[in-house]
């Protein structure tokens, strides 16, 4: 809470664990790294933590807590991402929410005939595009994984296709450094080179060590890349609770945290002070069916824990929000995402997917489902920006003017202030009569129409000039 003028300001905060449990939190993570380590089998990376005194041996690493807790330092506090343009949009610090998609889903659900099918490249366009076209999303993700293309070089053609499509920040995923270095080409190109990448970002990458402690020599070279190239770098793990992390919800936090901050560690000694963002995918493994479940309530519980030890440290931190394991829009999928951004927003989990396409336990992309979230993602932005409290707010005038038994429609006051109520295109408040002469039209077709009437949104055009070498680094691609 602070001062600013006369108003007074407070954001509404949840807390799910005290300082003395992210301290045991913390200490506990550095357990795990110097007693237990990690399985790393990349030369290069066994040199580097070896050389920074790490004990190596054969395929474990284990990795002192004053290295873990010297990387932490020199990692950068706050990460600055922007548009194509060069337009700052999303500062990654201390609590602060931005909210985008989900990433690399296989199924699409198309919005007018609800028939699933695979995700293909003309689905990108699509997808991008929505993203471009929703307020409630601050930046992008590489949504599907383009079911029509060469699969050596699909990676590449789906992140140029949500490049060209939708001009907020990119977080993309990959095979390996060869598909980073040419989607890096491809940002420096739209940005206008290395000195303006430089000063704001407009892509991140996204990686994933394996649950529970392994690291495979592809994601290696892709962390020491994005470390060399200064590219912005998401480690973010996905220990599923009773599967591959413990059962218990601490154990499973302290797991994921070992392993996000040992991918910081290497990071940090390929380049100290580049860009890192900590994180993970922390849920559960459903005993009854066995999935690994993106509606479960642990698992904004387990995000909103490790966004408190992003805070604790101060790194930029990837949550997770907004996803279903629903297989249509329907009641259990937007109670599942309404719960878990409001939940997200509260703790200041930094940059948030799955606000938007990840169902049927992040195997379908669905428009509505993006539209139906971005609905619930500005309420809940609405939500955080508390309540001002000025001499103005405060309406101690107004009141006395009306007085008992009066009314404000009339009132200056009023007209000043009551757009900066929430009104909603997708939720209807008409009394039973007027919503029945309106059409009597249920919440699924009131989505279905504002969601094929949002398709229709393209960004600004790329020239033909940046086409024409999208194309040719396109064609160069192996």
């Known amino acids: ?151 050596d070089t699909a990676d590449r053609i789906v992140a140029r296709k949500t490049l060209q499509f939708c001009e907020k920040p990119l977080v993309f995923c990959c095979k390996d450094t060869n598909s980073v270095a040419d989607i890096y080409e491809m940002a420096l190109l739209l940005c206008g080179g290395k000195d303006n990448f430089e000063k704001t970002p407009c892509i991140v990458h996204y990686s994933e060590p394996i649950s529970p402690l392994v690291y495979y020599d592809p994601a290696v070279d892709k962390i020491l890349f994005c470390a060399e190239k200064g590219i912005p770098l998401i480690n973010f793990p996905a220990p599923q609770a009773c599967g591959t992390a413990p059962a218990t919800f601490a154990g499973t936090i302290v797991q994921a945290s070992a392993e996000s901050l040992s991918g910081l560690v290497m990071h940090q000694l390929a380049n100290p002070g580049a860009p890192f963002i900590y994180g993970a995918f922390t849920t559960i493994m459903d005993m009854k069916t066995s999935i690994f479940s993106y509606g479960a309530i642990e698992l904004s519980l387990m995000t909103a824990a490790l966004a408190q030890m992003a805070q604790h440290y101060q790194l ?15 009641a259990q999928a937007g109670a599942e995402a309404a719960f878990q951004c409001l939940s997200a927003a509260a703790a200041g989990s930094g940059l948030v997917h799955d606000c938007s396409s990840w169902m049927d336990h992040g195997n379908l992309v669905s428009p509505e489902f993006m539209v139906l979230v971005n609905d619930i993602v500005t309420s809940v932005k609405h939500y955080m920006e508390g309540i001002a409290v000025t001499q103005e707010t405060l309406a101690l005038d107004i009141i006395d003017k009306v007085g008992p038994g009066g009314h404000y429609l009339r009132e200056k006051h009023t007209m000043d202030h009551f757009r900066k109520i929430k009104y909603s295109d997708l939720f209807e408040r008409q009394i039973h009569e007027k919503w029945k002469n309106n059409g009597a039209r249920k919440l699924e077709q009131r989505l279905q129409e504002l969601t094929l009437e949002k398709m229709k949104h393209r960004p600004a055009p790329l020239s033909e000039a940046i086409i024409k070498e999208l194309d040719r680094m396109q064609a160069a691609w192996k």
């Not at 002192?64 to 950068?76: F, L």
């Not at 909210?99 to 699409?108: E, K, Q, T, V």
Request: glycine share 8%; charged share 25%; net charge negative.
């Open 1 to 151: 809470m602070g001062m600013h003028t006369d108003e007074l300001y407070f954001k509404p905060r949840l807390q799910v664990i005290n300082q003395d449990q992210m301290g045991q939190i913390h200490m506990a993570t550095l357990d795990v790294l110097e007693h237990t380590g990690i399985k790393l089998t990349h030369p290069r990376a066994q040199a580097l933590l070896s050389g920074a005194g790490a004990r190596v041996e054969k395929d474990r690493v284990r990795i002192p807590s004053w290295m873990v807790e010297q990387a932490i330092r020199q990692a950068p506090k706050r990460i600055v991402l922007g548009r194509r343009t060069g337009e700052r949009t999303v500062i990654l610090e201390r609590d602060k929410s931005w909210f985008g998609p989900s990433l690399d889903c296989i199924d699409y659900m198309d919005p007018a005939t609800h028939q699933r099918s695979r995700f293909e490249s003309r689905h990108v366009e699509v997808t991008a595009a929505l993203c471009d076209a929703l307020p409630g999303f601050d930046w992008c993700m590489t949504i599907g994984m383009a079911d029509d293309v060469p699969a």
């Open 316 to 330: 930029p931190f990837f949550g997770t929000a907004g996803a279903t394991d629903a297989k249509f829009c329907d």
